[in-house]
């Protein structure tokens, strides 16, 4: 999906250093893995081009070659996640479906132990807790 790519790598222009489409099938730009030269920074020799129906990126300077899509996975990872989506739909994917659980399932039952505690049993439970309310109190009465 020669379209679907080209659409990304346009979004992902903006992000890019120097970046221009030379021609329809061509995208150059700087590198972002190892930033091109450092003497002269209008260099671009990062290049996304077209290989057997699929954008290919290369750098001529440090010799990376990946996909484009890999690339996109590599730089970013949010426009990555819509292409994703976006190619999934063309393909005719679709995503699975959730078995939700019957609401037989889901029924609550409140244990009656829990409701009768006394404010002494949560006190020897819940001490740490209990200190710092007595503890607030205390100083909320003094006035400090």
């Not at 020669?2 to 590198?31: Q, V």
């Not at 930033?35 to 057997?52: A, L, T």
């Not at 078995?99 to 006190?123: C, G, H, R, W």
């Amino acid at each position: 999906m020669l379209w679907l790519e080209r659409k990304y790598l346009s979004m992902c222009i903006a992000h890019l250093g120097h970046a221009k489409w030379k021609n329809e099938n061509t995208l150059n730009h700087r590198c972002p893995y190892c930033g091109d030269s450092k003497k002269n920074q209008y260099k671009s020799r990062g290049y996304h081009f077209v290989v057997e129906q699929n954008f290919v990126y290369k750098c001529h300077n440090c010799g990376k070659a990946t996909s484009s899509v890999h690339f996109m996975k590599d730089h970013f990872p949010t426009i990555h996640r819509e292409y994703l989506k976006e190619w999934l739909k063309e393909q005719g994917v679709k995503p699975k479906e959730k078995k939700l659980l019957s609401a037989n399932e889901y029924k609550f039952t409140p244990q009656q132990d829990l409701l009768n505690i006394s404010v002494e049993t949560l006190k020897a439970v819940c001490w740490r807790a209990w200190d710092k309310i007595v503890s607030r109190e205390f100083l909320q009465n003094r006035k400090i």
